[in-house]
């Protein structure tokens, strides 16, 4: 079992529709989330870190269910510059941080 | 402005050569990673490095090696051992354990064996 799975996609969306999806860790031990954002032949940027109580930036909102050992982002207002393949990451729970990149799930906003 | 260059942009490897792909960090991270992304595929983790003089293998490391002689460097060697080296090379750096801080990465070397 990989330890970040996500659905790879593509998620087409409506210009101005909302999108969400999630992704699911395996190590229980985690304690950081992030969502990273990266664009074709580009290096991945972070796009939002992921706090217990869920926060928001902009159109964008992530939440964490520790329970079930996911996170999810929804977008809002979905814009055509979001086509993006979007990277959930989570901390290895080792003595530094290392993190573990999800394969990346890709959204396609469409006029 | 503080962040990670590498360099070559684009590197073509002839079949039985060894490259060295450049990452220098201006950060003043201690962590440093080099990922390797093939199309359609996630992050792969080849080497990292928590100090300088110390590296550790990471899942892929058959094929590469690296040095860390100075903690902003963090140089990648693609050996003629690597059978398939065609791939999009990421270095990433980082401020090790701290779990808040995500890593910051280069914009990348695409190498190509012709």
């Known amino acids: 079992r990989k330890e970040v799975e996500q659905d790879p996609g593509p998620f087409n969306v409506p210009e101005g529709a909302t999108v969400a999806f999630n992704c699911t860790y395996s190590?229980?031990?985690?304690?950081?989330f992030f969502w990273y954002r990266q664009d074709c032949r580009k290096e991945p940027k972070l796009l939002m870190s992921?706090?217990?109580s869920g926060n928001e930036d902009g159109r964008f909102t992530a939440q964490l269910n520790r329970a079930s050992q996911y996170i999810s982002l929804l977008i809002r207002d979905s814009k055509l510059s979001d086509s993006a393949t979007y990277l959930c990451?989570?901390?290895?729970?080792?003595?530094?941080?290392?993190?573990?990149f999800g394969a990346g799930t890709q959204v396609v906003v469409t006029p | 402005d503080g962040g990670i260059t590498q360099s070559p942009k684009y590197l073509f490897r002839k079949e039985g050569q060894n490259v060295t792909l450049s990452c220098e960090q201006n950060?003043?991270?201690?962590?440093m990673y080099w990922y390797r992304q093939d199309p359609g595929q996630g992050l792969r983790l080849i080497y990292y490095?928590?100090?300088?003089?110390?590296?550790q293998k990471g899942d892929i490391a058959e094929g590469y090696s690296v040095s860390r002689e100075k903690k902003e460097s963090f140089p990648l060697t693609v050996t003629s051992a690597q059978k398939n080296p065609t791939a999009f090379y990421l270095c990433?750096?980082?401020?090790?354990?701290?779990?808040?801080?995500?890593?910051?990465f280069g914009s990348g070397t695409r190498l190509t064996v012709v």
């Open positions: 990433a750096s980082s401020i090790p354990g701290r779990v808040d801080y995500g890593y910051t």
């Open positions: 190590n229980s031990a985690s304690q950081s």
């Open positions: 992921v706090y217990s």
């Open positions: 990451v989570v901390n290895m729970a080792d003595s530094w941080g290392k993190l573990q």
């Open positions: 950060l003043n991270h201690d962590a």
């Open positions: 490095s928590q100090i300088v003089n110390d590296f």
